[in-house]
């Protein structure tokens, strides 16, 4: 596949990783990348909060393991979206800075994920915790 674009990116044989990376250095690049979004990204940190005080509701309600887990599956596929969505503006900065539709297009498919997670996962947040929450606060 060719690039319609030339990238605007300095190819510095030394910037480069080594091509044979011990699991350490690629998990260590791994969780910088994490370090990264949290660090830059508003809503990476908005999602975390949410994530934290879903589950600080969901500890008061006393959920079931198998409530545990899809609350952690939820939260997981949110902040992956995000990663990727982040990733991906990254991404689409480096190419080119000028407009361009299909960039415009890649960028509000990259935020439509996101946005499609948050709603499944508020929905399953509501119904599995915010109700069971509210009922307990009703007693
Ligand atoms: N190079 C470009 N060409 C065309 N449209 C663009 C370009 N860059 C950004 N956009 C448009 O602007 C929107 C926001 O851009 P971008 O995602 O970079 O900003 P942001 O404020 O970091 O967004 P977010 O809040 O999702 O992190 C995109 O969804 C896209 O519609």
């Known amino acids: 596949m060719r690039l319609a674009m030339t990238p605007d990116i300095d190819l510095d044989e030394e910037a480069r990783p080594p091509a044979d990376r011990s699991w350490g250095r690629k998990f260590a690049d791994a969780l910088r990348g994490v370090k990264i979004a949290f660090r830059s ?17 969901g500890g008061i309600v006393t959920m079931t393991d198998e409530r545990w887990c899809i609350y952690i599956l ?63 606060l009703a007693r």
Do not use: K, Y
């Open 41 to 57: 990204e508003i809503n990476f940190f908005v999602h975390f909060f949410v994530a934290v005080i879903a589950g600080v509701a």
């Open 74 to 136: 939820c939260v997981t596929v949110v902040l992956a979206a995000e990663l990727f969505n982040t990733a991906i503006e990254r991404l689409a900065r480096a190419v080119t800075r000028e407009e361009h539709p299909e960039i415009r297009d890649a960028l509000d498919i990259a935020a439509g994920a996101v946005l499609m997670t948050s709603i499944g996962a508020g929905i399953v947040g509501v119904l599995m915790i915010g109700w069971p929450f509210v009922a307990q």
